[in-house]
């Protein structure tokens, strides 16, 4: 076995370990494999190990590695921050994008979608710890976000996603999640019944985001191992 598909295969496990102990179906969080920075073969290696979602935060890395990697069954997910000249890399070769957080990407990505692909899958990044510098719509503006994304023909809207404050104390990580998920319950009751997806929990939290309701967990460093320093 590759030891990424050890790696894989021990992240399979903490995510089972959560879901058990924290009363989830088994089976009911996925796991999004963050190949950012990583090479081809790193990719390879999880997929020859049954991973198939992978996760990029570079629009121009994510269109390069979907081409060289059109050999696999593989399913894209943008997760980075995206600004609007590069809507369009993200348009042709994601199945998923998980973070708008205005209306103007959302509307790019959807009139750049090419006509024959299936229709994006988006959820909308909320900065839920409230730091001023960190991308993400505020809970207050979700719901107006939400109402002008939903009637935009060409994506579908699945649901949320946040990066929220580092810390190391399970019940703030928790306490984080927890408001996510009361977003997302809020969006419920205001009529948006389609939205499945929470989007939350990483290499260092994801037990804390699955007990609060995380449907998908975006890990990186498990698998994969540390990254290089982050591009300038
Ligand atoms: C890099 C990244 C991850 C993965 O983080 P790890 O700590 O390496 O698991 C998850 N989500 C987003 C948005 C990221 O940018």
């Known amino acids: 076995m590759s030891e990424i598909c050890e790696r894989l ?3 399979r496990a903490r995510i089972r370990a959560a879901e058990s102990r924290f009363g989830r179906p088994e089976g009911s969080v996925q796991l999004l494999a963050v190949s950012k920075t990583k090479p081809d073969e790193a990719i390879r290696a999880a997929h020859a190990c049954g991973q198939r979602a992978f996760g990029e935060n570079y629009a121009q890395e994510l269109a390069d590695k979907a081409q060289r990697l059109a050999d696999l069954d593989l399913e894209w997910h943008y997760i980075g921050p995206l600004q609007s000249n590069k809507t369009r890399l993200v348009a042709e070769h994601a199945h998923w994008m998980h973070s708008i957080d205005r209306e103007k990407i959302a509307r790019r990505l959807a009139a750049q979608r090419p006509a024959g692909m299936s229709p994006l899958q988006v959820c909308l990044q909320v900065n839920v710890s409230a730091e001023p510098q960190k991308a993400g719509v505020l809970p207050e ?5 939400a109402e002008a994304v939903a009637g935009i023909d060409g994506l579908v809207l699945r649901g949320l996603m946040t990066i929220p404050a580092r810390s190391e104390d399970f019940d703030r990580q928790r306490a984080a999640f927890a408001r996510l998920r009361h977003c997302l319950e809020d969006l419920q009751t205001r009529g948006f019944t389609g939205l499945d997806t929470l989007s939350m929990g990483m290499t260092g939290d994801l037990e804390a985001a699955i007990a609060e309701g995380a449907t ?3 890990v990186g460093t498990a698998i994969f191992g540390p990254r290089e320093a982050p591009r300038p």
Request: charged share 20%; hydrophobic share 75%; aromatic share 0%.
């Open 141 to 145: 503006a979700l719901p107006a976000l």
């Open 9 to 11: 295969e021990a992240v």
């Open 216 to 218: 998908l967990v975006r």
